[in-house]
């Protein structure tokens, strides 16, 4: 059992045990427990094998370690099956609809008999669950909006779990066969988009047959579809299909090309070589008169070729990238090494794994120059939001830290929550003291369009709120986005100089490319934060900045690649001020 099962299956007995009214310090040391195990970097079904002491975890205790014990060495758990035997078999998946919280699910089983997802399309049908108190019709509309969401959902996996799969296997890869070259990866990992189909890698190699034997002798192939002289596929347990290319040297860029896509730029691209009289495939062009095949060992030379400027893949999204690289105005996109700090992070002040001075020293050792802390606000009760005495604390110990540690700027803040209407949860009086304050919106996600706009845009008038924070609260193939008017937000924005963020958490991707691109047309500065709970979520960055990009992004329109003096001159200035200074700036 991987730790991804362990953690999904705490998770489960937290919600089970909320269920039942459970305290709620029991609850969450199995949701700690869950989120934890999430973001460790070795299995622990390893660590149990190594004998290691899984109470050196934080947040594992005693009673936790011996379950998860017995799940690696078992592969099952006798309390979870007794604890999911007290509920009716269809609860969990009622459990698993967006805005239906335990206690929730628990009214509709005892109170409509409510015990799987039919019985509860048939209580939003004949309107009994819109009859309950505290929930009616609003709620009811709510649910069987998420219900169709999960039917049309699909099976592509979220860029968050692709990823880091597709980073294993390069890695088993070349440990395998240190002499593999050019092993890359493509398709929609490599265009970052937000789901993934599947993992398609490239690779040049002497020995083709000792590469592809090296992935189909991964002991987490769950099935092996196909292993040729130059091409594999598998199956992997982790519920996603690699496909693994290895091609000569010379061939290497026309097919890098080809699997990058996405379809429609590569129809483009085929359009633009017929005008040239040649044809295009994953080989490389072909002449049509003299059938002349002409190889390339990399992308630039293709897009030379058919007398354009390189695409970036980012930008690969069959619009109108090519035109524009015919055109030469395809912009030098932003990079990872253009960001100088991260504008929100937490600590375990409030619900971040790791103390405030590991997550300062984390940051310093990846070259940030500064680092705003924002732990969430006190309406976040089920974060360990900060009261106002305990900000004061918290304040002072970043200002404390920053003279001890030294070499990195610090600044003090809040992930402030923005209440259903529109108030903030700090006041003034404490926001004025704060250096940078991110306000979010994490409660009331079903409000109607113009309701959540307005919440949202009164707050962009607080002129302490430096910027909006994973603006449409959505998590990656599992909540749907708030309804907003965001034409009218991102107006908003320029005109108060309020930011707004690219979270780059990969469960969140917030904003999305589009917005970005919009955003960065009116002039709207932007950030790239990382979101990060832990000092691993301060690797995040890419993730962001590969939205950045794809919403086609320079280091000019990002905030967060200011180096420290000029973001401080920014910081000094009136809020409506900022965004007319932004663009002088950078």
């Known amino acids: 059992m991987n730790n991804a099962q362990i953690a999904e299956k705490f998770e489960i007995i937290g919600d089970l045990l909320e269920m039942k009214g459970e305290k709620v310090f029991t609850i969450r040391a199995y949701q700690k427990a869950a989120r934890t195990i999430e973001r460790l970097p070795t299995e622990l079904d390893h660590m149990v094998r190594e004998g290691q002491d899984l109470q050196e975890i934080p947040g594992i205790g005693k009673a936790i370690s011996e379950k998860i014990i017995e799940m690696v060495t078992t592969d099952g758990l006798v309390y979870f099956d007794r604890l999911k035997a007290e509920f009716p078999e269809g609860i969990l998946d009622v459990m698993q609809i967006p805005g239906l919280g335990p206690k929730t699910v628990r009214r509709l089983w005892q109170e409509l008999d409510v015990t799987n997802v039919a019985d509860l399309e048939r209580a939003i049908e004949d309107g009994s669950l819109a009859s309950l108190p505290r929930l009616g019709q609003k709620t009811a509309d709510n649910i069987a909006k998420q219900l169709q969401f999960q039917r049309t959902k699909g099976q592509r996996m979220p860029m968050a779990r692709a990823m880091p799969i597709a980073e294993r296997v390069m890695a088993a890869i070349k440990e395998k066969c240190p002499d593999v070259r050019n092993l890359t990866i493509a398709g929609s990992v490599r265009r970052m988009e937000e789901t993934v189909g599947d993992i398609d890698m490239l690779c040049t190699a002497d020995e083709p047959k000792l590469v592809l034997d090296a992935l189909v002798a991964m002991p987490n192939v769950a099935d092996v579809l196909g292993h040729g002289d130059t091409k594999a596929s598998v199956y992997l347990s982790d519920g996603i ?127 940030l120059e500064y680092l705003a802390i924002t732990d969430h606000s006190v309406g976040r009760g089920i974060a360990n939001g900060l009261s106002p005495e305990r900000l004061e604390n918290h ?159 320079e280091r000019k329109h990002i905030l967060n690649t200011l180096p420290l003096r000029q973001f401080l001159e920014y910081l000094a200035l009136n809020k409506t001020e900022r965004t007319e200074a932004f663009a002088r700036l950078t």
């Open 395 to 553: 304040v002072a110990l970043v200002r404390e830290l920053e003279q001890s540690i030294g070499g990195i700027r610090l600044f003090t803040g809040t992930e402030m929550d923005i209440r259903a209407d529109g108030s903030l949860d700090y006041s003034d009086d404490i926001l004025e003291k704060l250096d940078w304050v991110v306000a979010s919106v994490h409660s009331a996600m079903g409000q109607d369009s113009q309701i959540m706009t307005e919440r949202i845009i009164k707050a962009m008038h607080n002129p302490h709120v430096d910027v909006i924070g994973h603006l449409t609260t959505r998590l990656v193939g599992e909540r749907q986005p708030i309804e907003a008017d965001f034409e009218a937000i991102f107006k908003a924005a320029a005109e108060t100089g309020t930011a707004l963020e690219i979270n780059a958490s990969p469960e969140r991707m917030d904003l999305k490319d589009a917005h970005v691109y919009r955003a960065r047309e009116l002039g709207v500065p932007l950030v790239i934060s990382t979101d990060a709970h832990t000092t691993e979520g301060l690797n995040n960055t890419r993730y962001g900045v590969g939205i950045a990009r794809r919403g086609w992004c």
């Open 241 to 367: 299909q690699i496909d693994l290319r290895v091609v000569e040297d010379s061939h290497f860029g026309a097919l890098l090309q080809y699997f990058s896509g996405n379809l429609q730029h590569n129809i483009q691209l085929r359009d633009r070589a017929n005008d040239l009289g040649l044809s295009l495939n994953e080989y490389g062009l072909t002449d049509k008169e003299t059938g002349e095949l002409e190889m390339f060992s990399d992308e630039e030379g293709i897009y030379q070729r058919l007398g354009m400027v390189y695409v970036p893949p980012e930008l690969r999204q069959g619009v109108w990238e090519v035109q524009a690289a015919r055109e030469n105005r395809i912009p030098t996109l932003v990079e990872i090494s253009d960001i100088r700090g991260d504008l929100h992070d937490h600590t375990d002040w409030s619900d971040g794994r790791d103390p405030m001075e590991t997550m300062i020293l984390s940051a310093k050792e990846r070259g």
